[in-house]
Structures are given as C-alpha cells and as structure tokens.
C-alpha cells in the first residue's frame, strides 16, 4: 500500500484543485497507480488565515468531496493534514498541534526558500520541545540549492525530523543521492506527488 504524503486534492483552499470533479480525478488517477492513503496537505499560512477558520475551510471542502464523489473515496484512506509555512512567531500559536497530520504529532513544515535566519531556529526549538511535534520538513531536496551547505546539513540534522522528498524529482540524482544519504544515517524518508491539479502537477507515482 502506497502513501501520498504531500497532495493538495483539496478543492477551493489553497493553489491545488480548482474544483470538485477534479479533485475526484487526482484522487482516481492516485488510486489507479496504486496509491491506497493519501494525507491531504492544503497551504497554511499564520499571516493569511486563522488555525480556526483553516480547519473549518478544509473539513467543509473535504465533506462536500466525499458527498458529491463518494465512489472516488470507496477505497482510498484519506487522513487530514497540512503543509504549513514557518513564519516567525508561528510556534507562539497554542493550538499548532491541530494541523497535525490526523492529530498525531508529525506537521509538514514548509521551510522559508530564500533564507535562513536565526529566527528559523528558534520556531523549531519551539516546536519540538515546547510543542513536542515532530516536523516532517517537506519538499527537503529543494533546499539543496536554496540554502547554502552548512545550513542545509543543520537541517538534515535536525532531532527526529523526518524528510519529505516529491517523487517527481526522483528523476534529478542529486535528489536520489540525497535520499541514499538520509536512508544510509537510518533518517525516515516519506514521498509525496505534491499534486496541485491534473496537468503540470498531477498525482505522478511513477517516478518513485
């Protein structure tokens, strides 16, 4: 059974699915591949929305999903979650642990892409120790370019993290050597399509 842990099929919510029907067609085109779970990882970002108003916007998108759809979910186990955005002050929120995978303690974290600031540390500490939630840092390959090396083997080394690699850029080397490495120091790798539509970001699984 295969687990996509980074899609965003959820329509009206973010930048993924535009509609209803296709975020049917990106759960049967996962399902058709051999994808049996997939956790739904819609954008949250503290500076655009409140945790309250998010959860509300993803049930109510996720109900009405499965209402108009329901032969697309017969056989697919679907586990809510997020993708969220680490922003400054984002670890003073009380509730964070609410856009948890399922209400477990693993949170997709969207890294900043341009920089890292000490700052960037901080809200991490916080997080782990304070808020004893794992991150699963997602779409980690890219930071490979973004971040100068040092900083990016910090963060390879951060404490129980876990690393999300888009089964996409499975076909660039330089990813695949990236996940020998986390493999080979026994770090836990999870692939995601991180689909967002049916046309240029589709739920590929092929190229894992």
Request: hydrophobic letters at 40%; proline letters at 4%.
């Amino acid at each position: 059974m295969f687990t996509d842990f980074h899609n965003h099929f959820l329509p009206e919510i973010d930048d993924g699915a535009e509609t209803l029907a296709v975020s049917a067609r990106m759960c049967e085109y996962s399902f058709a591949q051999g994808i049996r779970r997939i956790v739904a990882t819609p954008h949250f970002h503290a500076g655009y929305t409140t945790i309250n108003d998010f959860l509300r916007k993803r049930v109510t998108a996720f109900t009405e999903l499965k209402k108009l759809y329901p032969s697309a979910f017969s056989q697919l186990h679907i586990q809510l979650g997020s993708e969220v955005a680490l922003t400054r002050g984002l670890c003073s929120l009380p509730d964070i642990g609410k856009l948890a995978i399922a209400r477990s303690k693993y949170l997709l974290i969207e890294l900043p892409i341009y920089s890292y600031d000490k700052w960037v540390d901080v809200e991490l500490n916080v997080l782990i120790n304070r808020h004893k939630l794992v991150p699963i840092f997602a779409n980690i390959e890219r930071y490979q370019i973004a971040y100068q090396p040092d900083v990016f083997d910090r963060i390879l080394h951060t404490s129980e993290a876990l690393f999300q690699i888009n089964t996409r850029s499975l076909l660039n080397k330089s990813t695949c050597d990236l996940v020998k490495s986390l493999l080979k120091h026994n770090r836990r790798v999870l692939l995601g399509t991180n689909a967002h539509n049916m046309n240029s970001r589709a739920p590929e699984w092929s190229f894992a």
